[in-house]
């Protein structure tokens, strides 16, 4: 088996990854029968010719041969990245969802989050963060789904079971649970506009809908969303690490700031965001500052070994949770981070300047993206919140 392809420096396949695969029966053998393989724990498909993996993100292939005896062998796998290099458009999916198994709502049903034919994955078809005036029609949405893909050989009936059954027991479009979210940045140039960058830095709008932070532009910066203040909230994005070389970026996401302009205490707007606000890190790097993704900056660390990291240049799910002063963070589906901001607690390492919880306890407020440096090189795309 070889694994073929134009790598970066981390390691990843630009662009696409071409695997082959080969067989024999050894020594006296019956002789081969065939090959074949499964991507991304899909249905075992037969091998006719290398396959290119185009789709970009973390991936494995397993595969498998059988002689003419009618013996298996047990499989093998290979696991590598693919990132994008603007080349292959990337797929019309209602909803990104790039996390390994299926989930609805909050609700994991085991199944492995395949691509299936349209270059979607299972979980971008169901499309669970639309606003659903009722269960039936949410459920009805998702056996068509189903239906297609169980016609399609990308699912079993047992997996088609398994995601039924998180679809029902997820309570999507039941009453209180019938608002989706609302996407703030969309990828539209329009969605874009509504934002405004203070500080340093800067971001940009990609032709596929994502922002990346510049890197000519030097200074710590942050684009936040000036339109309104949410209180209870569940704010989820996609955010990519791009740093150059061997670099990993660091930047983060507020939440819960006041206004940052005209501040009676602080004439920087981006440090008001960091001194009044939580910053929820991202920050995978093995050496560096403590913070690690997942963090709320200056009060609550996460240890590397805690913040679920991935490979570079990977889409990674965020979800930041606020409810009264309770803040929890999730990262591709998993719980990494709780923090409850109770008064009387210092920043640390300590800030002559900071004001500690104290200073941060606010019901409501803006959320942000920050841009820490030029090396700091971060994506971000499809930022939505919903109200709790």
């Known amino acids: 088996m070889t694994v073929a392809g134009t790598k970066n420096s981390a390691g990843a396949y630009v662009g696409a990854a071409r695997v082959t695969v080969t067989a024999d029966d050894g020594h006296g053998g019956s002789g081969v029968a065939g090959i074949a393989y499964s991507l991304d724990g899909g249905p075992y498909l037969a091998y006719t010719a290398p396959v290119v993996v185009d789709r970009a993100g973390r991936h494995t292939v397993a595969y498998r041969a059988s002689d003419r005896a009618g013996n298996t062998s047990e499989p093998l796998t290979v696991s590598f990245t693919v990132v994008a290099d ?17 989930l609805v709502g909050t609700v994991d049903s085991g199944v492995p989050n395949r691509v299936t034919n349209s270059r979607c994955r299972i979980g971008e078809l169901i499309e669970d963060e639309k606003e659903w005036t009722s269960q039936a ?45 609302r996407k703030l940045l969309d990828g539209t140039q329009k969605s874009f506009g509504k934002w405004e960058h203070v500080g340093g830095g800067s971001f940009a709008l990609n032709p596929d809908g994502s922002i990346t932070s510049g890197t000519s532009r030097g200074g710590l910066g942050m684009l936040w969303f000036p339109e309104r203040t949410y209180g209870d909230f569940s704010l989820k994005l996609q955010w990519r690490d791009d740093g150059p070389g061997t670099v990993n ?5 507020f939440v819960r700031f006041p206004q940052v302009h005209d501040h009676p205490e602080e004439p920087s707007p981006e440090w008001v965001a960091i001194k009044y606000g939580h910053e929820v890190q991202v920050f995978d790097s093995p050496t ?15 240890g590397l070994a805690g913040a679920g990291v991935t490979q570079k240049g990977t889409w990674n799910d965020y979800e930041i949770r606020v409810v009264d002063q309770h803040y929890s963070v999730y990262r591709n589906g998993v719980l ?12 640390t390492p300590p800030r002559s300047d900071d004001p500690g919880t104290d200073g941060r306890r606010f019901a409501s407020g803006y959320v942000g993206l920050q841009v820490h440096s030029t090396t700091d090189v971060v994506s971000f795309r499809d930022v939505r919140i919903k109200e709790l």
Do not use: W
């Open 288 to 302: 560096g500052d403590m913070y690690k993704t997942g963090s709320v900056y200056g009060f609550d660390r996460v």
């Open 137 to 181: 029609l949410f459920l009805k949405h998702v056996k068509t789904v189903l239906d297609a893909l169980e016609k399609e050989g990308v699912v079993d009936r047992r997996e088609y079971r398994a995601i039924n059954q998180a679809a029902r027991q997820s309570g999507i479009g039941e009453p209180g649970q019938t608002d989706g979210y």
């Open 86 to 102: 603007g080349g292959v458009p990337a797929p019309n999916c209602p909803e990104y969802d790039e996390r390994l198994t299926v």
């Open 249 to 253: 970026a660091n930047s983060g996401v």
């Open 336 to 347: 990494i981070n709780e923090f409850d901001n109770i008064g009387g607690q210092d920043f």
